[in-house]
């Protein structure tokens, strides 16, 4: 089916002026119903268990069941975006924090891989002031909308920043149905894709450059998904001189750069402790401003990339890598590619 005559779900289609704030996809984890949830976590922290190795039955959900039920629906098959607040930061440790995290990850899908280091349960925190390439979750610039690996991402604020650290999401389905309506000929441009560099988490057999083309908007059984990095365009486009980004390249990127940012698609606001937002990577994109930290106040966030089961029917072509829908780890290697993003 052509692209342009797919229909896509209403629900897929919001915007962010109509939502009204974060009320509108607000979940709240009460404190009685998270009792056998934390209580486990506690157990497993003293117990030296890792959040990777613990498994459903390690981390009993208890009455918290039916309201993550509900979250799993949401963002699978609904908005596709939700904000879970009432993780208790107050009185727990970040290692009990990363249990509870996790148990309620594991009734979402399967983590995957975020990075060559294979962490599974990423902590995103600056680490500029040591390594100045760092890839983009482990430092403190303006990120663009963007899609990760993997059906769905989480994270949950541990400490945001001491200055700015604004999360922004937008429909990528809204933004598709926009650009078909004004600019059907620039939607074919983005539809065929681009190659993206692999910023440096190559296996010792792969090109640093995707050999294919991934589409910014693809349809798979009758149903479309969005996947799009900037930064991997272009720099793809800069290490490789066989790639030439043409000026119907640049207007059909500069169009979906300016839908992704439209006042009335986004949804803007700064992730408070004890906040986690779980969204669908192929029907949201995600951005997050720059912002300001300090040794003695680190912003930090827990992070999750996880594989759906059953998984979004998908093109091959969207993946950058073989095999799970993440980076394949590589021992000793970190994720860091020096490049014209990097803080100056």
């Known amino acids: 089916m052509d692209l342009l005559e797919i229909p896509v779900p209403t629900v897929n289609l919001w915007r962010g002026v109509d939502l009204g704030g974060t009320d509108a996809i607000v979940t709240v984890l009460p404190d009685d119903d998270l009792a056998d949830l934390e209580a486990a976590a506690v157990d497993l922290v003293a117990r030296g268990v890792d959040?990777?190795?613990?498994?459903?039955?390690?981390?009993?959900?208890?009455?918290?069941?039916?309201?993550?039920?509900?979250?799993?629906?949401?963002?699978?098959?609904?908005?596709?975006?939700?904000?879970?607040?009432?993780?208790?930061?107050?009185?727990?440790?970040?290692?009990e924090l990363s249990h509870i995290f996790w148990g309620i990850g594991l009734r979402l899908g399967t983590a995957v891989s975020q990075s060559v280091m294979g962490e599974r349960l990423g902590h995103v925190i600056n680490v500029t002031d040591v390594d100045p390439h760092a890839r983009a979750y482990?430092?403190?610039?303006?990120?663009?909308?963007?899609?990760?690996?993997?059906?769905?991402?989480?994270?949950?604020?541990?400490?945001?920043?001491?200055?700015?650290?604004?999360?922004?999401?937008?429909?990528?389905?809204?933004?598709?149905?926009?650009?078909?309506?004004?600019?059907?000929?620039?939607?074919?441009?983005?539809?065929?894709?681009?190659?993206?560099?692999?910023?440096?988490?190559?296996?010792?057999?792969?090109?640093?450059?995707?050999?294919?083309?991934?589409?910014?908007?693809?349809?798979?059984?009758?149903?479309?998904?969005?996947?799009?990095?900037?930064?991997?365009v272009q720099i793809a486009a800069d290490e490789d001189p066989t790639i030439e980004l043409t000026d119907i390249d640049h207007e059909a990127l500069d169009l979906l750069h300016a839908t992704t940012n439209r006042a009335d698609l986004v949804l803007d606001f700064t992730m408070a402790a004890g906040e986690a937002v779980v969204?669908?990577?192929?029907?949201?994109?995600?951005?997050?401003?720059?912002?300001?930290?300090?040794?003695?106040?680190?912003?930090?966030?827990?992070?999750?990339?996880?594989?759906?089961?059953?998984?979004r029917p998908v093109v091959p072509e969207t993946r950058q890598y073989i095999g799970e829908p993440g980076i394949p780890p590589q021992a000793g290697q970190t994720p860091s590619f020096a490049s014209r993003y990097d803080e100056r």
């Open 51 to 95: 959040p990777v190795d613990a498994t459903t039955d390690d981390l009993p959900l208890g009455a918290l069941e039916p309201l993550v039920d509900g979250l799993r629906h949401e963002v699978l098959h609904g908005r596709g975006l939700a904000l879970l607040r009432g993780f208790p930061v107050d009185r727990c440790t970040v290692d």
């Open 138 to 232: 482990r430092n403190r610039s303006e990120l663009g909308p963007h899609s990760d690996p993997g059906d769905l991402l989480s994270f949950l604020c541990i400490r945001p920043a001491e200055a700015g650290g604004v999360s922004r999401f937008v429909s990528s389905l809204a933004v598709f149905d926009e650009i078909r309506r004004v600019r059907p000929d620039l939607l074919a441009v983005l539809a065929r894709g681009f190659r993206y560099h692999r910023f440096g988490e190559q296996g010792p057999d792969d090109d640093p450059v995707t050999p294919h083309h991934l589409p910014v908007f693809s349809q798979c059984e009758g149903i479309v998904s969005g996947r799009y990095v900037p930064e991997y």
């Open 279 to 311: 969204a669908n990577n192929y029907t949201v994109f995600h951005a997050r401003t720059a912002f300001t930290d300090s040794p003695e106040h680190r912003r930090h966030l827990l992070r999750l990339w996880l594989a759906a089961d059953p998984p």
